[in-house]
């Protein structure tokens, strides 16, 4: 594409349209298109974190400009699609067709397209992990309490302070002072995201989160504390092991691609948080 006529840059930081929802992407070239399927400026793009596979010629009516008030946008568009996943989830599985002036054709290549949008979208989740990036020194402190537990056989004291329940809450508390959602995602879908990782240390921490000699520890805690959850219990070196199975979990839940890639953006967020607040989070 010329560059007088183009609207975006090779290498720019954009966000693009896939589906419903904006991600953020990199325009690798553009071009103006004159071919029966696609006329006019188009971009090929590269979604961050995906694979190359996913790289695409996209229209540049799904292209959008790195800005505050678009990346307002994509929040509100997360929100929209967490709120509403159950009944997307429903009503995804019958494609429809839409009527209108351009006739009844249309409506069916509209169907067959979405269809094929959908298939995609499933295969792609089938073969392809969420990856949790865990930053360098949260790999230390992992290495260290590995370590800790299997070659020195130094269990942690319990309950930790603080506890995992405590961990997050301070994290929810940090998250809208900073204002880090750009101030279109609610409160109320952030604590959504929060109990959810809660329930999931929860139902692991007996059977994915703990090393062999840890335990006997757990039985004895559990049955000393009956109606106190794990999460009110254990700290942040057992919440750190819970980020480690984060994905295969993710992926053995069958959660759709669009809400795989969110609560992606959440964990990394967390892992973030752990990170800056490691000295007083993790046991000396």
């Given at each position: 594409m010329p560059r007088e006529a183009s609207t975006f840059s090779d290498d720019e930081r954009v966000l693009c349209y896939h589906g419903p929802m904006l991600y953020e992407a990199k325009v690798l070239k553009g071009a103006n298109m004159d071919e029966e399927e696609m006329q006019g400026p188009h971009y090929f793009v590269h979604y961050k974190g995906w694979k190359q596979t996913w790289d695409e010629w996209v229209?540049?009516?799904?292209?959008?400009?790195?800005?505050?008030t678009n990346l307002q946008k994509q929040a509100q568009l997360k929100e929209a699609h967490y709120r509403k996943k159950p009944a997307r989830s429903a009503a995804s599985s019958t494609p429809t067709t839409e009527k209108g002036h351009d006739g009844e054709s249309r409506g069916r290549k509209r169907a067959r397209d979405s269809s094929l949008d959908k298939a995609k979208e499933e295969e792609a989740m089938s073969k392809t992990d969420i990856k949790i990036d865990i930053p360098e020194q949260l790999k230390g402190l992992l290495v260290d309490d590995w370590e800790n537990v299997t070659k020195t056989q130094k269990l942690l004291s319990l309950p930790r302070k603080p506890t995992v329940s405590e961990i997050l809450d301070d994290y929810i508390d940090r998250s809208m002072k900073a204002n880090k959602r750009h101030g279109s995602e609610s409160e109320e879908v952030l604590n959504e995201v929060?109990?959810?990782?809660?329930v999931y240390f929860?139902?692991?921490i007996g059977n994915m989160l703990l090393y062999r000699l840890e335990r006997k520890q757990f039985a004895k805690t559990v049955e000393a504390h009956p109606e106190t959850s794990p999460s009110d219990i254990y700290g942040a070196?057992?919440?750190l092991r819970l980020f480690v199975q984060f994905p295969r979990l993710i992926t053995a839940s069958n959660v759709d691609p669009d809400s795989a890639l969110i609560l992606k953006d959440y964990l990394q967020d967390v892992l973030i948080f752990l990170q800056q607040e490691q000295s007083r989070l993790f046991d000396a």
């Open positions: 229209p540049e009516d799904r292209v959008l400009k790195w800005t505050e929060v109990r959810g990782i809660k929860d139902k692991t070196e057992h919440l």
